[in-house]
């Protein structure tokens, strides 16, 4: 019987074998014996209640579900795995959900993660990725990456996250410009092109929606314009390697036979990965502009306010932040290969 068991049973029989005594002398008498005040009064209140000294079966404190057995279960439920969620995972436990997640938090290293979107890539993209990186990780681990990359604004941005929900008391009342996002059939957009490195930004170029960058527009305003000028101001030195995507006009003869001439240092078409983002860091910079561009709900209201909310949102990043994002290249890199 444990301490707390022989306790109640003593206070219990002293209540029963004098009938008269006052509470306070009950709580005194047992108190020389080192036991809790407050103890004691609930023991003499659960015996004046009529309550048992056994605890009756089902009642009291739950048992302990976290056993290596229910643990085991619960990682081997949710570990790796997507389409369950804490509620699914309580009912087939029989369990509350919060016990679910206490048990993943405190016993397991399981976590809970958005997913990424990624390009279909077909079955040869695939095959192809990791040896590709693999190269150019080998062959230019001594460089800087400077990449490229262009990206569309639209004059709204609901799929922005925050901009696509909003609170209210009542749906009814809530104003039509707060509940529902307008959006145009054809709606007008901006398309910009900048470069990064670990060093630096490029300065921005923007070509209205309709205007698309085909080879001769991207090798004089992007290439010789923007991009020489970025790598004479910071990589001088020529530790340098500049990263296209696999677009047609990147690598058009035009544009390659001018940086062929020029000496300017570039992977090669046929070791480039197709469809892999991921090993890409500016397109998490294009994510880090848009939310400065659309933040608050932000929309424009003709394309010339968005170039200029785009020049504005441009000035004020955290270029150190966007710096940091383009060194990340390596490691990605070395991940994937």
Same mark, same amino acid.
């Given at each position: 019987?444990?301490?707390?068991?022989?306790?109640?049973?003593?206070?219990?029989?002293?209540?029963?074998?004098?009938?008269?005594?006052?509470?306070?002398?009950?709580?005194?008498?047992?108190?020389?014996?080192?036991?809790?005040?407050?103890?004691?009064?609930?023991?003499?209140?659960?015996?004046?209640?009529?309550?048992?000294?056994?605890?009756?079966?089902?009642?009291?404190?739950?048992?302990?579900?976290?056993?290596?057995?229910?643990?085991?279960?619960?990682?081997?439920?949710?570990?790796?795995?997507?389409?369950?969620?804490?509620?699914?995972?309580?009912?087939?436990?029989?369990?509350?959900?919060?016990?679910?997640?206490?048990?993943?938090?405190?016993?397991?290293?399981?976590?809970?993660?958005?997913?990424?979107?990624?390009?279909?890539?077909?079955?040869?993209?695939?095959?192809?990725?990791?040896?590709?990186?693999?190269?150019?990780?080998?062959?230019?681990?001594?460089?800087?990456?400077?990449?490229?990359?262009?990206?569309?604004?639209?004059?709204?941005?609901?799929?922005?996250?925050?901009?696509?929900?909003?609170?209210?008391?009542?749906?009814?009342?809530?104003?039509?410009?707060?509940?529902?996002?307008?959006?145009?059939?054809?709606?007008?957009?901006?398309?910009?092109?900048?470069?990064?490195?670990?060093?630096?930004?490029?300065?921005?170029?923007?070509?209205?929606?309709?205007?698309?960058?085909?080879?001769?527009?991207?090798?004089?305003?992007?290439?010789? %314009?923007? +991009?020489?000028?970025? !790598? @004479?101001?910071?990589?001088?030195?020529? /530790?340098?390697? #500049?990263?296209?995507? $696999? &677009?047609?006009?990147?690598?058009?003869?035009?544009?390659?036979?001018?940086?062929?001439?020029?000496?300017?240092?570039?992977?090669?078409?046929?070791?480039?990965?197709?469809?892999?983002?991921?090993?890409?860091?500016?397109?998490?910079?294009?994510?880090?502009?848009?939310?400065?561009?659309?933040?608050?709900?932000?929309?424009?209201?003709?394309? %010339?306010? +968005?170039?200029?909310? !785009? @020049?504005?949102?441009?000035?004020?990043? /955290?270029?150190? #932040?966007?710096?940091? $994002? &383009?060194?990340?290249?390596?490691?990605?890199?070395?991940?994937?290969?």
């Amino acid at each position: 019987m444990s301490t707390h068991a022989n306790i109640k049973t003593r206070v219990y029989k002293f209540l029963s074998d004098n009938p008269e005594v006052k509470k306070v002398d009950v709580v005194s008498h047992f108190l020389k014996e080192g036991c809790h005040i407050s103890t004691l009064y609930r023991y003499i209140k659960l015996y004046e209640a009529g309550t048992q000294v056994e605890r009756k079966k089902g009642t009291g404190r739950p048992i302990v579900f976290s056993t290596k057995a229910k643990v085991k279960k619960i990682e081997k439920m949710f570990n790796n795995r997507d389409g369950i969620s804490l509620r699914k995972a309580a009912s087939k436990l029989k369990c509350h959900h919060q016990t679910v997640k206490n048990i993943l938090k405190q016993h397991t290293n399981i976590k809970c993660y958005q997913k990424r979107q990624i390009p279909k890539r077909t079955e040869a993209q695939k095959k192809a990725a990791r040896p590709k990186c693999k190269k150019i990780f080998e062959r230019f681990k001594s460089y800087d990456f400077i990449l490229d990359d262009e990206s569309y604004f639209t004059l709204s941005h609901t799929t922005q996250s925050g901009n696509d929900r909003f609170y209210s008391s009542d749906r009814e009342k809530t104003p039509n410009n707060v509940k529902y996002s307008e959006k145009s059939k054809f709606e007008s957009k901006v398309l910009v092109w900048l470069a990064i490195s670990n060093r630096g930004v490029s300065k921005l170029f923007m070509v209205p929606s309709g205007l698309a960058i085909n080879q001769h527009v991207y090798l004089k305003e992007c290439i010789i %314009k923007r +991009l020489v000028s970025f !790598i @004479k101001k910071h990589h001088q030195n020529g /530790d340098y390697v #500049f990263w296209p995507d $696999l &677009a047609s006009s990147h690598y058009a003869k035009s544009v390659t036979n001018w940086m062929d001439k020029k000496n300017v240092k570039y992977v090669p078409k046929l070791i480039n990965p197709a469809n892999l983002p991921e090993a890409r860091p500016i397109e998490d910079f294009w994510a880090y502009l848009k939310t400065l561009v659309y933040q608050n709900n932000w929309q424009a209201k003709n394309v %010339k306010q +968005l170039r200029r909310r !785009i @020049k504005w949102a441009y000035s004020k990043m /955290d270029k150190s #932040f966007v710096q940091r $994002l &383009a060194a990340d290249t390596k490691r990605r890199l070395e991940k994937i290969r």
